[in-house]
């Protein structure tokens, strides 16, 4: 059985897995052009009428949290594969600002 694990049989395994689900969720979807339920084509709103316009959310948070997240796990990263030293200390210390300054800043 451990022939399974050899990548070139684990991706065709894994492909025939991925043809297999695909094939039952073309099974259970609404066929295209039926619209006879109007429920089951459109998205569920909670009763309330949809947006008449696209919003358009600007980069500017989403740079944030993505900076806030690299300094964090790349710092943990280095922390973690370092030893207990006053360098070490230093560093997160200056990680921990470094957070600090990007949550209020």
Not at 6 to 15: E, G, K, N, Q
């Amino acid at each position: 059985m451990e022939f399974v694990l050899y990548p070139p049989i684990a991706f065709v395994v894994y492909l025939v897995l991925v043809g297999v689900l695909s094939g039952v969720g073309w099974a259970l979807a609404v066929p295209a052009h039926s619209h006879e339920d109007a429920t089951k084509v459109s998205p569920y709103a909670s009763g309330e009428a949809g947006e008449t316009h696209q919003a358009a959310p600007g980069y500017r948070q989403f740079f944030v949290v993505a900076l806030f997240f690299a300094v964090l796990h790349l710092g943990m990263l280095l922390i973690g594969s370092s030893g207990l030293t006053l360098m070490t200390g230093a560093y997160l210390i200056g990680l921990i600002v470094a957070l600090v300054a990007l949550i209020l800043g």
